[in-house]
């Protein structure tokens, strides 16, 4: 897609062939990161049972990630649904 901001991306701190993670260039709090799958969809209930398994995998590196770098607060993981430029796009966010 285009217009999508996340497949802009070029700074990820982790990848695998499905999902990609990042620092969100809008942060809330330090270590504030996004987790996309790289398929375009507009729920969690449209992703792939692989697709949710790549999620998990770079869900579990950026919580390592996050403890290992940054002072560690309480973690806020949420599952969330963003309109952009007219678009639904899912993402996972730590803040």
Avoid: W
């Amino acid at each position: 897609m285009k217009d999508c901001p996340f497949c802009q991306m070029k700074d990820t701190i982790f990848e695998n062939e499905l999902a990609q993670a990042f620092y969100d260039a809008y942060p809330v709090s330090e270590g504030h990161m996004l987790i996309t799958p790289k398929r375009h969809v507009s729920s969690y209930f449209e992703m792939t049972k692989a697709e949710r398994k790549a999620i998990e995998e770079l869900l579990e590196l950026s919580k390592s990630h996050l403890d290992e770098n940054f002072m560690q607060m309480p973690t806020i993981l949420a599952l969330m649904l963003v309109k952009q430029l007219d678009k639904l796009f899912f993402i996972v966010m730590f803040i």
